[in-house]
């Protein structure tokens, strides 16, 4: 599947833009907690408090071969958190009316994904692995899969 935001030409980082004007809130980075120490770092996520939804499933990808991309698609309830917990990699974001691009390298901080934002990641490093909390269980009826019909109804709930 060919990505639509990440793809050539580059998409503007466009930074400072509010992607995602639901009652949810932007799509945004978040803190999360890191305990450092010598033997090695610790980070833990608690659901409700450094997450703004009750965390009901945790997904991973990880062994992305280089050039691939994953996501393409959009939730009609589903919230997300999404920590590059090792490597790096970019996520673009689209509410069907403004885009952003993130580039997470930091595994104490979460990219939140309100429902009705169109997501693509791409420029997966080495090694790199995607931990991604997410606010309901597995469902393909939750997904839009077509952009088109996205950001149809997108622009309809805005
Ligand atoms: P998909 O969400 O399209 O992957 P990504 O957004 O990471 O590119 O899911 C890929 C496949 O995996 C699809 O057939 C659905 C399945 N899947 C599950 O069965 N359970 C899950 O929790 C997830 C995220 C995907």
């Given at each position: 599947m060919g990505l639509r935001l990440l793809g050539d030409p580059p998409a503007n980082p466009a930074e400072g833009v509010r992607v995602g004007a639901g009652p949810q809130g932007p799509v945004r980075l978040l803190p999360l907690p890191k305990i450092s120490d010598p033997r090695g770092n610790l980070t833990f996520i608690e659901s409700g408090r450094h997450v703004p939804f009750e965390c009901r499933r945790v997904y991973y990808l990880y062994d992305?071969?280089?050039?691939e991309g994953r996501g393409g698609h959009a939730h009609r309830e589903l919230q997300q958190l999404v920590v590059a917990s090792s490597g790096s990699f970019d996520v673009a974001v689209d509410d069907g009316t403004r885009t952003r691009v993130f580039s997470l390298n930091r595994s104490y901080t979460g990219l939140y994904i309100p429902s009705m934002v169109w997501r693509e990641l791409a420029n997966f490093s080495s090694g790199s692995v995607a931990l991604v909390l997410a606010s309901?269980?597995?469902?393909?009826?939750?997904?839009?899969?077509d952009y088109d019909e996205f950001a149809r109804d997108a622009r309809v709930v805005a």
């Open positions: 992305v071969p280089g050039g309901e269980h597995y469902s393909e009826a939750d997904y839009y899969r």
